[in-house]
């Protein structure tokens, strides 16, 4: 059995029994962590609110090998985040965010660039008013761009002539981004501004990219078509909590 001590955001959390609870963990050096808290549903649990989702908490669990659940020990509130449930469209994003990081967060691998995104994601939904449209634009962006599935818009895929920011970006079946000389005849297009948005979101911080880029309702809406079908494609459903949001 081994003892870990690492920083970790609460993704969500379900009863268990009478008095536990099982807790789904994006850790700092240990990667997404499913744990048992035994009597987390105590009156006078030791865990407190520690456990509420979105919670930044000091997690220390047991851990045996080839078992998939840990042990957790103790749970220390480093930020609460208890503002944002408060905000129904800031909870929608939240539960987003969880669904989406345990579908792509590989069990038990640390992988600080992503814990840095969604932590920073949170920060930014809990310090940034009315930015829940364009965080939420950034986290998709960013996870899939980690998992390596977001096209490369750089250049085009068929001819590889770069594409500079004032053009538009064409797409074929695939995804895969093509110049206007090749473009496909049936395919979709990003258009100038939201091709700089997303180019930009790789050098900003979502709370930066919030302040700097207010998405249109056309331009949120053709930078979510292009996300969500490549979200789709990769967990080969329809997010749950996208569906039910709608």
Same mark, same amino acid.
């Given at each position: 059995?081994?003892?870990?001590?690492?920083?970790?955001?609460?993704?969500?959390?379900?009863?268990?029994?009478?008095?536990?609870?099982?807790?789904?963990?994006?850790? *700092?050096?240990?990667?997404?962590?499913?744990?048992?808290?035994?009597?987390?549903?105590?009156?006078?649990?030791? #865990?407190?609110?520690?456990?509420?989702? #979105?919670?930044?908490?000091?997690?220390? #669990?047991?851990?045996?090998?080839?078992?998939?659940?840990?042990?957790?020990?103790?749970?220390?509130?480093?930020?609460?985040?208890?503002?944002?449930?408060?905000?129904?469209?800031?909870?929608?994003?939240?539960?987003?965010?969880?669904?989406?990081?345990?579908?792509?967060?590989?069990?038990?691998?640390?992988?600080?660039?992503?814990?840095?995104?969604?932590?920073?994601?949170?920060?930014?939904?809990?310090?940034?008013?009315?930015?829940?449209?364009?965080?939420?634009?950034?986290?998709?962006?960013?996870?899939? *761009?980690?998992?390596?599935?977001?096209?490369?818009?750089?250049?085009?895929?068929?001819?590889?002539?770069?594409?500079?920011?004032?053009?538009?970006? /064409?797409?074929?079946?695939?995804?895969?981004?093509?110049?206007?000389?090749? *473009?496909?005849?049936?395919?979709?297009?990003?258009?100038?501004?939201?091709?700089?948005?997303?180019?930009?979101?790789?050098?900003?911080?979502?709370?930066?990219?919030?302040?700097? /880029?207010?998405?249109?309702?056309?331009?949120?809406?053709?930078?979510?078509?292009?996300?969500?079908?490549?979200?789709?494609?990769?967990?080969?459903?329809?997010? *749950?909590?996208?569906?039910?949001?709608?």
């Amino acid at each position: 059995m081994r003892l870990v001590t690492t920083d970790a955001l609460v993704l969500r959390s379900y009863n268990l029994a009478e008095s536990d609870r099982i807790v789904v963990c994006l850790t *700092r050096s240990a990667g997404l962590v499913r744990g048992v808290a035994k009597g987390a549903r105590r009156m006078k649990s030791r #865990f407190g609110a520690s456990l509420e989702p #979105f919670t930044l908490i000091r997690l220390s #669990f047991n851990e045996k090998e080839n078992r998939d659940l840990v042990a957790i020990s103790t749970a220390e509130i480093l930020k609460s985040n208890f503002n944002l449930s408060s905000s129904l469209e800031a909870a929608e994003v939240l539960a987003y965010i969880g669904e989406l990081v345990a579908e792509f967060a590989p069990p038990h691998e640390a992988d600080e660039l992503l814990y840095r995104m969604v932590t920073s994601c949170v920060d930014a939904l809990s310090s940034s008013s009315q930015a829940e449209q364009a965080i939420t634009r950034y986290f998709e962006v960013w996870l899939l *761009r980690l998992a390596g599935l977001f096209p490369d818009l750089r250049s085009c895929h068929n001819c590889g002539v770069v594409l500079e920011d004032s053009d538009s970006g /064409y797409l074929d079946g695939d995804l895969t981004a093509r110049c206007r000389e090749c *473009r496909p005849v049936r395919g979709s297009i990003l258009s100038e501004p939201v091709l700089r948005m997303v180019r930009a979101s790789q050098g900003l911080s979502p709370k930066r990219f919030s302040e700097n /880029y207010l998405l249109t309702e056309q331009q949120d809406e053709e930078l979510r078509e292009l996300t969500h079908r490549l979200i789709s494609r990769a967990i080969e459903r329809r997010p *749950r909590t996208l569906v039910a949001s709608r």
